[in-house]
T-cell receptor, first 114, second 118 residues
Framework: SAVISQKPSRDICQRGTSLTIQCQVD?????MFWYRQQPGQSLTLIAT?????????ESGFVIDKFPISRPNLTFSTLTVSNMSPEDSSIYLC???????????FGPGTRLLVL | AQTVTQSQPEMSVQEAETVTLSCTYD???????LFWYKQPPSRQMILVIR??????QNATENRFSVNFQKAAKSFSLKISDSQLGDAAMYFC???????????????FGKGTLLTVNP
């Protein structure tokens, strides 16, 4: 499986600000995904990051709030914009290579918004 | 839409004993993938085991095995010889086989918190 890193590992932010989370993979992957895990909850997919095209967002998530970039096959960023305390969550990226049909996760970014 | 249900919010097991975590799912698809992920306190999601729906044979990975009952839409995880390091939140997840767009999406259950007692 791929080695996946995320930066930052955790952060404390003020409401109204934005934070960009990076996800780096040690090998080229077809698909990259961003999930949110609110406190005590399960994981919910925010969007699929497509290389060379717009991200595909799930219902309830919009590009203005969670802009995503995917400049190449090993890197993606997720920005959490205009943050509120409700955005306090763990944000995880995952990757999948075509024909593997299995997602592997990064270590996550723990975000606290005050 | 697919749904995944884990009916046991918490489970406990004695070290070296065996425990089974339950998972049921609802789908109209005939082919799909099922997974168990483990999330220890570090919060890293770790793949435990994977099952393809078209395979009748139950998947095994060392001390971890599944009981896949396709007709009953049941996918339980058995942990044998439980170790202290097995203590974690366990999530069952479903994935459609069709490529493209949100069909890559993993749908997760709410999780089962496993405690291992020494």
């Amino acid at each position: 499986s791929a080695v996946i890193s995320q930066k930052p590992s955790r952060d404390i932010c003020q409401r109204g600000t934005s934070l960009t989370i990076q996800c780096q993979v040690d090998s080229q992957v077809t698909m990259m995904f961003w999930y949110r895990q609110q406190p005590g909850q399960s994981l919910t997919l925010i969007a699929t990051a497509n290389q060379g095209s717009e991200a595909t967002y799930e219902s309830g998530f919009v590009i203005d709030k969670f802009p995503i970039s995917r400049p190449n096959l090993t890197f993606s960023t997720l920005t959490v914009s205009n943050m509120s305390p409700e955005d306090s969550s763990i944000y995880l990226c995952s990757v999948e290579t075509v024909y593997m049909e299995t997602q592997y996760f990064g270590p996550g970014t723990r975000l606290l918004v005050l | 839409a697919q749904t995944v249900t884990q009916s046991q919010p918490e489970m406990s097991v004695q070290e070296a004993e065996t425990v089974t975590l339950s998972c049921t799912y609802d789908t109209s698809e005939s082919d799909y993938y099922l997974f168990w992920y483990k999330q220890p306190p570090s919060r890293q999601m770790i793949l435990v085991i994977r099952q393809e729906a078209y395979k009748q044979q139950n998947a095994t990975e060392n001390r971890f095995s599944v009981n896949f009952q396709k007709a009953a839409k049941s996918f339980s995880l058995k942990i044998s010889d439980s170790q202290l390091g097995d203590a974690a939140m366990y999530f069952c997840a479903y994935r459609s086989p069709v490529s493209g767009g949100s069909n890559y999406k993993l749908t997760f259950g709410k999780g089962t918190l496993l405690t291992v007692n020494p």
